[in-house]
């Protein structure tokens, strides 16, 4: 138990300092740009324009402002509406918002809409989540709590900055997802034999899965560009980044997170057994892992199809309604990279089980000092 309070503060050490640790990009933020939570007292939409499902124009609201040194103030604020759905948010009174001003002889100057209200609403969520969490699994649940904020400040604070910095994305995100893997496994398995081998073994998934990723890239004919706000990098001075290896490191950034929770169930399994079965030699210790590893694999890796195809299922339906054949749709770039991301991560997880089972037989072969 000492060791495993040590462990935890030790990772409490390390979210505080990378909670203030600087990205170096504070800096990009316009000078003198504030932000606040604001309700919306009226709204003149007499310059917007209703194009089928779609408005375009700029809506102007006035809106009180709930937090700040600004507190009770009102200021006009201007929504411009792009057409684009996906986008645009239309605002009524009594509903809050998000405003981004600036200050002019110490009154607001111009202030801007930058979407509905939502934090309170996230802390909320987050704090039930976290109560749920501790009260089903206890202590385990406190640093599965811990390693998920880990994880996060480690992927703001860490992997993107070096990103943007020009850093080498394969390596940044090799290096950055190793340093998570075993954080992970060594907090949730403990500094011992079952942290060890779930480490090893989601290292060497991972690594299988950048290199499948590598080698079949050129074969789908994709670059980085099929990802979401890619064109916006460009557009905001980071043309010199290297795209389709931030494409390939996003791929194994997205299977790490099963690859990790596979290898932890095999390592828990044998760590169990050898607590019950001591006499276990290396060969059925291997033989008991690969069967957990069978039994996991197969939903594991229908979970990750889910996981990618959930967020396109409206696209889905788009290409079906237009009659689009299979293998057209499979030929698309964005679906292609897709396919991808779900083969390759599919490839890591069933590569996971034998090496984990290969790692635990190996390490548990003799019995702990």
């Known amino acids: 138990m000492k060791k495993d309070l040590l462990t935890v503060s030790l990772f409490a050490l390390l979210c ?11 800096h990009s933020r316009p000078e ?20 089928g499902v779609v408005r375009t124009g700029t809506q102007t609201l006035t ?3 709930l937090d700040g040194a600004q507190r009770g103030q009102r200021a006009r604020v201007t929504n411009a509406l792009t057409g684009k759905l996906e986008f645009d948010e ?11 001003y600036r200050l002019r002889d110490g009154e607001i100057g111009l202030a801007y809409a930058r979407g509905h209200y939502r934090l309170d609403h996230q802390l909320l969520l987050l704090g039930l989540f976290c109560g749920f969490l501790v009260l089903v699994a206890g202590w385990t649940g406190v640093k599965a709590l811990l390693s998920f904020v880990f994880a996060a400040l480690a992927l703001w604070k860490v992997l993107i900055p070096l990103l943007l910095r020009g850093s080498d994305p394969v390596l940044v995100a090799l ?48 670059h980085g560009v099929v990802r979401p706000f890619t064109e ?12 389709t290896a931030i494409f390939l ?16 169930d095999i390592a828990a399994a044998l760590d169990e057994l050898r607590a019950k079965r001591p006499d276990l030699g290396a060969r059925a210790l291997f033989v008991s892992g690969m069967a957990v590893g069978r039994s996991v694999v197969g939903t594991m890796t229908t979970t990750l199809l889910l996981a990618y195809s959930g967020g396109y299922t409206t696209m889905l339906m788009v290409f079906m309604s237009q009659g689009l054949a299979l293998s057209q749709v499979l030929n698309i770039h964005f679906v292609a990279a897709e396919v991808l991301n779900v083969i390759v991560g599919s490839f890591a ?9 290969l790692a635990g037989a190996l390490i548990y072969r003799r019995p702990a000092r």
């Open 249 to 264: 490191a996003g791929i194994i950034l997205a299977c790490s997170g099963a690859v990790m929770d596979l290898a932890m």
């Open 349 to 357: 997880l069933v590569a996971v089980a034998p090496l984990t089972a």
């Open 232 to 243: 916006n990098l460009l557009y905001a001075g980071f043309a010199g980044l290297d795209l």
């Open 16 to 26: 505080l300092l990378l909670w203030l640790a600087p990205t170096g990009f504070e």
């Open 175 to 222: 290096a950055v997802v190793a340093g998570l893997t075993a954080a992970v496994s060594l907090l949730i398995g403990g500094l011992n034999r079952r942290g060890l081998t779930a480490c090893l073994g989601a290292l060497g998934g991972l690594l299988l899965a950048y290199a499948l990723a590598r080698i079949f890239a050129t074969g789908f004919a994709l």
């Open 90 to 100: 239309f605002y009524r009174p009594g509903e809050r918002l998000l405003i981004e």
């Open 32 to 51: 003198g740009s504030l932000l606040a939570k604001a309700r919306v007292i009226a709204s003149d939409d007499a310059d917007l324009r209703q194009h």
């Open 63 to 65: 809106v009180e402002l």
